[in-house]
């Protein structure tokens, strides 16, 4: 649990925990996915020192509700292609675009 939480933030940290492990989540993952949630809440409204851009003005991790996880209609991320292109041993795979590296992938 975040230092400096009061109750409310200790039981959205246990539930966002909980959830998470339902889903299959490590032990781990599921705290860092907490604290990282409990955080951002707690810099949007006012109950840390210090707050990023993104944690003030961004869409609240609530009403987000994983929009942007990568399992969408983007699909993976070029990063993620780049490392199964170096896996196979494309060859190129240093200046190809994400759609290059989708297509020598074979997606």
Known sequence: ???GSNAKR???YEHIKDSAKDRG???KRAKEIASR???K???RSGESKAASRTSTRDMP???RGGQRSHS???GPTRDQLYNEARQRGIKGRSTM???QLSKALGR
């Open 97 to 99: 675009s994400k759609a």
């Open 72 to 74: 969408g209609a983007q």
């Open 61 to 63: 991790s609530s009403r």
């Open 25 to 27: 989540e490590s032990d």
């Open 41 to 43: 809440e707690r810099a």
């Open 37 to 39: 949630t409990v955080n």
């Open 1 to 3: 649990m975040p230092s």
């Open 10 to 12: 200790e039981r959205q």
